[in-house]
């Protein structure tokens, strides 16, 4: 969390935030001044809108039924296939690529003939794993007549690229803006509430949670459905605080941090999951343990301190460390010494 949200948490209460009506013209000047500052920090076009939801899992259903017709899916871990399960579940006729923490392929090499959408997670919780940004770049450029729906969860707004190039960038709070969980935002381009008004007059949807039904509140400043305030609030004040201090330094720190994690961890027996460097992620960083991650977490976890283990057959070999705004370099000082006495203890 952000060291100011018990100060951020008393303003609230004392603005009386937590009973604003969400039909109120105070809730319509706070939603509408966090959408357009959301867009100033990831520098959207004016198109984009913002819709709220309950969080980024529900946002993939939403996303699919509001725009996808034949959807793409690229898996590398276990997120994306989830949203794969999803669609597939949802009845779409899906295409995916399935890889792993080795992937390192371009994008424009992908099997997606016949494929009217890319639901691609930028970057991948479970095995730290980004996709090189660029390349993402070139990619949505270059197929302009597809619709793009961007995961990036764990990566918005600290990753680098293009966000424009997208249709649809869905995320959630908890992350990178390191606010309580609760809420999910997706910001929607203009041509992707077309597409989504084409479809819901075409097919069964969520009714009041399509994009459709969405856009047509957001055209008063409001939600269909009542929104999660409290977190809007709370999301207002972390754009705003990105804002006075600006991404190029809030990447520059992060990436920063990120390589003294690296070479902290190298030193003492750690291995970089990911095989590519350009394609390890640095808000979500994991390595391959000499040790047995159970046991190192538990040890960790007596003395204060969580680590993430691996997925699937990953679990006990691989650990998972944050890098998000609110950690600082003494965050991971502490975390260090703990890492290396545990470390040292199990192999005694």
Same mark, same amino acid.
């Given at each position: 969390?952000?060291?100011?949200? %018990? ?12 009973? &604003? ?8 000047? $706070? ?9 100033? =920090?990831?520098?959207? %076009? ?29 898996? =590398?871990?276990?997120?994306?296939? *989830? ?11 899906? *295409? !995916? ?8 392929? @371009? ?25 090189? %940004?660029?390349? $993402? ?18 990566? +918005? ?8 190039? !997208? ?41 009041? !949670? ?14 269909? !459905? ?8 709370? $999301? ?27 070479? &902290? ?34 040890? $960790? ?9 691996? +997925?699937?057959?990953? @679990? ?33």
């Amino acid at each position: 969390m952000h060291p100011e949200i %018990s100060e951020w948490l008393v303003e609230a209460a004392s603005l009386g935030v937590t009973s &604003k009506h969400h039909r109120s013209q105070w809730f319509k000047e $706070l939603f509408f001044e966090t959408q357009e500052k959301l867009k100033e =920090l990831a520098k959207l %076009s004016d198109d984009f809108r913002m819709f709220v939801y309950g969080c980024a899992s529900e946002i993939w259903e939403r996303a699919l039924e509001s725009i996808a017709v034949h959807p793409f899916f690229l898996v =590398l871990g276990e997120f994306s296939n *989830k949203w794969h399960f999803c669609a597939q579940k949802m009845g779409f006729p899906t *295409k !995916a690529h399935r890889s792993d923490h080795t992937y390192s392929e @371009a994008l424009g090499n992908l099997p997606s003939e016949g494929c009217d959408t890319f639901c691609l997670v930028h970057g991948e919780t479970s095995i730290g794993l980004n996709l090189e %940004s660029q390349d $993402l770049t070139d990619f949505m450029t270059h197929n302009r007549s597809r619709y793009f729906i961007l995961d990036v969860v764990s990566t +918005f707004p600290i990753a680098s690229f293009d966000y424009s190039l !997208a249709d649809v960038l869905l995320f959630s709070v908890q992350k990178c803006f390191c606010l309580p969980a609760g809420l999910g935002v997706c910001l929607v381009n203009g041509r992707a509430i077309e597409r989504a008004t084409k479809v819901h007059d075409s097919r069964t949807t969520s009714g009041f !949670a399509s994009f459709y039904f969405e856009s047509l509140f957001n055209e008063q400043k409001m939600t269909p !459905a009542t929104p999660n305030v409290l977190a809007i609030w709370l $999301l207002n004040k972390a754009v705003s605080k990105y804002l006075r201090e600006g991404l190029s330094k809030l990447r520059s720190l992060t990436n920063q941090k990120a390589r003294l994690v690296h070479d &902290k961890l190298t030193s003492l027996g750690f291995e970089p999951f990911v095989s590519s460097p350009d394609y390890r992620s640095n808000t979500v960083l994991t390595f391959v343990s000499p040790v047995d991650v159970d046991k190192l977490r538990d040890i $960790l976890r007596t003395r204060g301190i969580q680590v993430g283990s691996g +997925f699937g057959v990953w @679990a006990s070999k691989v650990i998972r460390i944050a890098n998000f705004p609110s950690h600082t370099e003494e965050d991971f000082v502490v975390l260090f010494k703990q890492i290396e006495r545990a470390v040292f203890e199990l192999k005694k």
